[in-house]
C-alpha cells in the first residue's frame, strides 16, 4: 500500500510541474507529462510492491484520475482557462481519463514487473 502512495506522489509531483510549465512557457505539449506520469508512477508501485505487483499499479488509475480532476479544478478555480470547470468538470475529469489511466498503469505496470521479475 506504501507503493501507491509513493506512485500518488510521483503523479502529482510530475503532473504538477509539467502542466505548470506548459503554462508558464505555453507549451502545450509539456501536458503529455501528465499522462506520462502515470506510466513512471505505476513502474514505480510494480518495483516498490512485493506481490500482486500488477494489480497494484493498475489501482493508481483511480487516485491518479482523481489528482488531474483536482488539478483540474484548481486550474479553474485560479482563472485559467479548462474545458471542464467546476466540481461537476472535475467528475466529468474523473470519469474521461480513469479509461485512460487503466491503460496506462497497465503498460507503467507491465514494464515495472516485466523489469523486476527478470532481475
Known amino acids: 500500500m506504501k507503493a501507491i502512495l509513493i506512485?500518488?506522489?510521483v503523479v502529482l509531483s510530475i503532473s504538477s510541474?509539467?502542466?505548470?510549465?506548459?503554462l508558464i512557457?505555453?507549451?502545450h505539449t509539456l501536458g503529455y507529462g501528465a499522462w506520462l506520469s502515470m506510466v513512471i508512477g505505476s513502474?514505480?508501485?510494480?518495483a516498490k510492491e512485493p506481490?500482486?505487483?500488477?494489480?497494484?499499479?493498475?489501482?493508481?488509475a483511480m487516485p491518479a484520475s482523481i489528482i488531474l480532476a483536482g488539478l483540474n479544478y484548481l486550474y479553474g478555480v485560479?482563472?485559467?482557462?479548462v474545458d471542464f470547470g467546476g466540481m461537476r468538470g472535475a467528475l466529468v475529469v474523473v470519469v474521461m481519463a480513469l479509461p485512460i489511466a487503466i491503460i496506462l498503469c497497465a503498460i507503467g505496470g507491465g514494464i515495472g514487473?516485466?523489469?523486476?521479475h527478470n532481475k
Do not use: C, D, N
Not at 51 to 60: A, I
Not at 113 to 116: E, K, L, P, R
Open 43 to 46: 513502474f514505480i508501485v510494480a
Open 25 to 27: 512557457f505555453e507549451w
Open 17 to 22: 510541474v509539467t502542466l505548470g510549465a506548459s
Open 51 to 60: 506481490r500482486r505487483k500488477f494489480m497494484y499499479s493498475v489501482l493508481l
Open 78 to 81: 485560479l482563472g485559467i482557462p
Open 113 to 116: 514487473h516485466v523489469y523486476t
Open 7 to 9: 506512485g500518488s506522489l
